[in-house]
C-alpha cells in the first residue's frame, strides 16, 4: 500500500516541482530591478522580473540557482530512488528518504521565505507531499536492524566527525550573522525586505541539531546514528550543490558574498559525496 501511496506523491511532485522550477528560471516580464526601502530603513535592490519579480535581486538570484538544481539533481535523483526502493533495494530506500529531505527543506523555504505569488499554492502542496512522504519512508524502517546492514569497513569516525563539523559551523556561520542584530541595533545581513530570517531558523532549529545526534549516534554505532547519517548526507549533498550554485551565481551577479560561504560550501559538496558514496558502497 505504502509504495501505491508513494507512487502517486512522487509522481506529483515531480510533475509540479518541474512546473514551478521551469517558472522560476525562466519566467519574465516585469519593470526590471529597482530599489525599495524596506521597513529597517535599508535600501533593497528588487529583482523586479518573473515569478520573484517582488523578491530581493539576491534571494531571487538564489531561487533561480535552487531551480536549477531541482530540475537537474532533484527531480532525477528522486525518480531514480524510488525505482530502486521499488525493487526493495535497501540504497534506494535511504536515497528516497534522504531526496524527500531536500525537496521538504526546499518547498518549506519556498512557502514561508518566498514573497507571495502565483505559485505559493504549489509550493504548499509541494511542502505538505514532501512531509507526509518523509514520515511514510521513516515509518518504514526497522531501526533496530538497520545497524547489521553496514560493513565494519564503513569509516565511521569520518562520517562522524564531518556531521559534528558540519553542524557546528552552520551553528558558528548563522550566529555570527545574527549576533550583531541581537546585541546591538544593526539589522540581521540578508534580511532585505522580508520579516525574519526564515533559511538561519531552518537550520539552526533542524540541521545543526540532526548534523550533531547523527554524528555522536553514529560514533556510539547506534542504529538510528546510520539512518540519520544516511539521511542527512544525501540531504547535504543537494543543499550544499545548491548553495554552492546560489554562490557562484550570485557572484557573477556582483552580489557581495563572503569568500567562506564561496569556498567552503563547494569543499562540503566534495566530502559530503565522497561520505555518501563511501556509506553506500558500505552496505551489505
Known sequence: MNKKILGSIVITIVILALFASLMGIFSSGGVGEFEYISIHGDKVSIYGKGIYKNDSYSYATQAIAQDIVTVLLGIPLLIISFMLYVKESFKGKLLLTGTMGYFLYTYVSYSFLS?????????????????????????????????????????????????????????????????????????????????????????????????????????????????????ILTKGITLFIAVSTMAIMMFASGIDISTVELVVFPLFTLVAIYLQYALIKNIE
Open 115 to 231: 514573497m507571495y505569488n502565483s505559485l505559493f499554492i504549489i509550493y504548499v502542496i509541494l511542502m505538505s507531499l514532501s512531509f507526509f512522504a518523509f514520515v511514510i519512508m521513516m515509518m518504514s524502517f526497522e531501526i533496530e536492524s538497520i545497524k547489521e546492514k553496514f560493513k565494519k569497513e564503513l569509516p565511521i569516525k569520518f562520517i562522524s566527525g564531518f556531521l559534528i563539523f558540519l553542524g557546528i559551523v552552520l551553528a558558528l556561520m548563522w550566529l555570527g550573522r545574527i549576533a550583531p542584530s541581537i546585541f546591538g541595533s544593526e539589522t540581521p545581513e540578508g534580511i532585505d525586505h522580508y520579516n525574519t530570517l526564515v533559511i538561519q531558523a531552518m537550520d539552526l532549529g533542524f540541521i545543526v541539531p540532526i548534523s550533531l545526534i547523527s554524528g555522536i549516534l553514529l560514533i556510539k554505532r547506534r542504529s538510528m546514528g546510520y539512518l540519520l547519517s544516511a539521511i
